[in-house]
């Protein structure tokens, strides 16, 4: 089984993507990979040859309400993207392609 994970941040509140974003991915406690967002509000790999099951990811976004924003996953086979849109009192995601 191939399982891989991309995410994207995009500041609505400023209508650009999300620079300098940190993001990390954990399976229970253990941080199996971090990033943070390019100028395009990208990270394109967080991680690659991921194991079926259960996942965190956590966002650090650029808003003065949301200090953290995190989701739980549950990843079987396939690539997921999973993008946040946040704005200074809003958020959301979704999986995309």
């Known amino acids: 089984m191939s399982i891989s994970l991309s995410t994207h941040v995009l500041d609505t ?4 993507p999300a620079e300098d974003v940190r993001v990390e991915l954990y399976r229970g406690e253990r941080c199996l990979g971090s990033g943070q967002t390019g100028s395009d509000g990208r990270i394109p790999e967080l991680a690659a040859s991921l194991d079926p099951g259960a996942y965190r990811l956590v966002f650090h976004p650029p ?13 079987e ?21």
Do not use: D, Q
Not at 13 to 16: I, L, M, W
């Open 13 to 16: 509140g400023a209508g650009r």
């Open 77 to 97: 086979e396939g690539h997921y993207h999973v993008p946040l849109l946040v704005s200074p009192y809003g958020c959301t995601s979704y999986r995309g392609s």
């Open 63 to 75: 808003s003065p309400f949301f200090r953290r924003v995190e989701l739980e996953l549950e990843l």
